[in-house]
């Protein structure tokens, strides 16, 4: 061994073989990539997104990742995920065919596009694993810088476990907080608002994250003049340096084609991140991108012949290879073995991922083959238009499951006057089963499905006595949180005003002086990440209670609530999970922006998470325990108006729960049905005393939770009853009354027992006026109530029920 060589690698601490494992990696990873655009391109495939030019930087990055630390990444982390051992290349190959076998594509199940990479947190009973003896990837999304808010909670439980000693038995979750949270991105979604707010946020809370940003100096077409001020993210937050004066991040900068100094680097960094848990960005530039963005087009198309030169001669792999060479680690000859085994491998791990998906495949097709056949064989009316379905189905070139349905239905439909045929019947069953399997491959786990699920809490009334105190509905939750603080160490609480002064409805009053700000803390106005820390922590383990002030305000944080957290779980199959409540309060105040009420929007794109809407701090408390039983996330919605109205406060307030999806009724009658919930069962209970006064019996329901709706169907037996259906709430027009609406009369089968025509009794369509009489004239009020509910009356029997204004 020459001299030169014997001191780069005692320099980098490797041996020659590890520097030839490296290569080895490299080399694997970009023939996939080739292979994996080829895939797709051949039709095998929907769609392709790979990690070529920035394998080296993974590499040197995966060095420096260690067992309990975490990784919050995007589509182009290929290389790493198989530097730490958490990604083969079946498993790389099986994703990209979308293969629904677990045990073939561990990540997402076949529910992910390609490179959307994930470890198992938790066994297939949903308990936690131990973090600490695993390298940790939480499971990515393609909405660009998604996973930046996810990222910040991540680091954030590092804190919490050194600084918290009441954290220190829950060993499977920390090593004393010495984890780092590993992030990566594309230098143009740092460009992306979410990327700023956590940057900002890590530098001020001071947390053990790593930020990688991979630039490669373009944005699918869009170079980098037009993204990042001084076109150099490391160069726009020069601001964000830390300095003697005050905290912020260390910065580093280096070219993802060196490979020495991407080890020293990545070294260099974790270590004090590690050790100090201040913040880092490492800003890797003169990445290429061989491939072009995706299979979606060729970057010919928008790169210059002078960059696409450049792009071939600062190919990491190659310029890998000139160092190894120009240092004499190893020979031309070597290197060209290694090639050829890498390539040899790669298409290895293709075909026998194919095969494997084809397998799982041909469960669904061969069967359905053999009994379209036989069906042609034994059916007297329709032989011939049998056998026509059974020869196209021949003739599809790689059918796939989608096709064996169609066939077979079709079959089903021809043979609809020949019921009797055992070979029809034999479609039926095959359809039935298939579809039962189809939905466990594809439909499955939006929920909890372990025994942890919410649906599981058994119920605990709230039990009064005699010396049950009369309160306002604010000293009911303050103390609520007192007694679950005190019972449970993984319970954290964070946002806007939380802190010093306990929410600005003082739900948490003087709870921080009592528990400390390591556990009841007040944030930066920055409602995303906010959310984003809940996931983070609750995917370690912790208890968050993340407070968005408003639920006006929510909509900062929607869409990390519908991309990230309601579908983690599912696109998972249940293998992760983050137990997040988000608290916020909302409904009946007054003006545009503190009347929130935007349910429909949210039943709409939280499905994956619990949406419960407590008509009081009583059953709010209850909620807040039936969640902190299980292992699903919700959003706890109070009552805005409710802090200040008395409430009977149980004497067993720490035990109640409330059981999800199970409506209460709060009057009983005998004309009509009235559903509604939170804020305005007050005002409905108020005109069901008016319409009594008129001669109208209410039955009055509170459904308690929109997400799950009524799982029992309890309302439908009172429209049985009524045989009147009126649905109401402070929603826009088709919004949450339209969803009720579908759920009683369409899935509960209510239109059977229906006399008059259903009627929902929203809001106006646009946002609350100020005032007292805005709030009147924009939202449902006992006056409409009853003069609606009565002209349905009216309309049953005119003579006992004339009309009002006419």
Known sequence: MAVAEKKILSKLQLTKEDILKDYRLACESREASILGRKEVFMGKAKFGIFGDGKELAQIAMAKAFQKGDWRAGYYRDQTFMMAIGALTLEEFFAQLYADTNPEHEPATAGRCMNSHFATHLVDEQGKWLNQTALYNSSADISPTAGQMPRLLGLAWASKLY????????????????????????????????????????????????????????????????YHTIKQSISKALKGFQTDKDGKGFEIYEVKGWDYPALLETYRKAAEQCRKTHMPALVHVTEITQQLGHSTSGSHERYKSP?????????DCNRKFKEW?????????EELAQIEKEALARVKQARNTAWSNYLKGVKTYTDSALQLLQQAAETSKLHAGELGDIVKEFKETINPIKRDAFRAVKRAIRVLRDEKELPARQALVAWVKEKSAQAH??????????????????????????????????????????????????????FGEDVGRIGDVNQGMAGLQEKYGEIRITDTSIRECSILGQAIGVAMRGLRPIAEIQYLDYILYAVQIMSDDLATLRYRTKGRQKAPVIVRTRGHRLEGIWHSGSPMGMLLHSLRGMHVLVPRDMVRAAGFYNTMMQSDDPALIIECLNGYRLKERMPDNLADITVPLGVPEVLREGE???????????????????ELAALGISCEVIDVQSLLPFDIHHHIVESVKKTNRLVVADEDVSGGATGFMLQKIVE?????????????????????????????????????????????MMHEFNPAKFPALYE
């Open 162 to 225: 050194r600084e918290n000693p009441d954290l220190r038995p829950f060993k499977q979750f920390s090593n004393n907080g010495n984890e780092i949270a590993f992030g990566t991105i594309g230098n143009a979604s740092t460009s992306e608002g979410m990327f700023f707010e956590v940057m900002n946020a890590a530098g001020v809370m001071q947390v053990p994250m790593l930020m990688s940003v991979w630039d490669d100096g373009y944005g699918i077409s869009v170079s980098q003049e």
């Open 306 to 314: 002078e960059r696409l030169e450049w792009e071939r001669n600062y």
């Open 324 to 332: 190894i060479l120009e240092n004499g680690i190893a020979t031309e």
């Open 440 to 493: 466990d491959e594809y439909s499955s786990h939006l929920y909890s499905e372990t025994d942890e699920s919410p649906l599981h809490v058994p119920e605990v009334k709230p039990i009064y006595s005699d010396d049950s105190p009369l309160v306002d509905g604010r000293e009911i939750m303050q103390n609520y949180f007192d007694a679950l603080f005190a019972r449970d160490p993984r319970v954290i609480a």
């Open 671 to 689: 004309d009509v049905t009235i559903v509604t919930y939170g804020s305005m069962c007050r005002i409905v209970m108020q005109a069901a005393e």
């Open 747 to 791: 899935e509960q089968g209510a239109y059977r027992w229906l006399d008059s025509q259903p009627l929902t009794i929203p809001a106006k369509d646009h946002r609350p006026a100020y005032g007292s009489d805005g709030d009147y004239f924009s939202k449902p009020n006992v006056e409409e109530i009853v003069d609606k509910v009565y002209a």
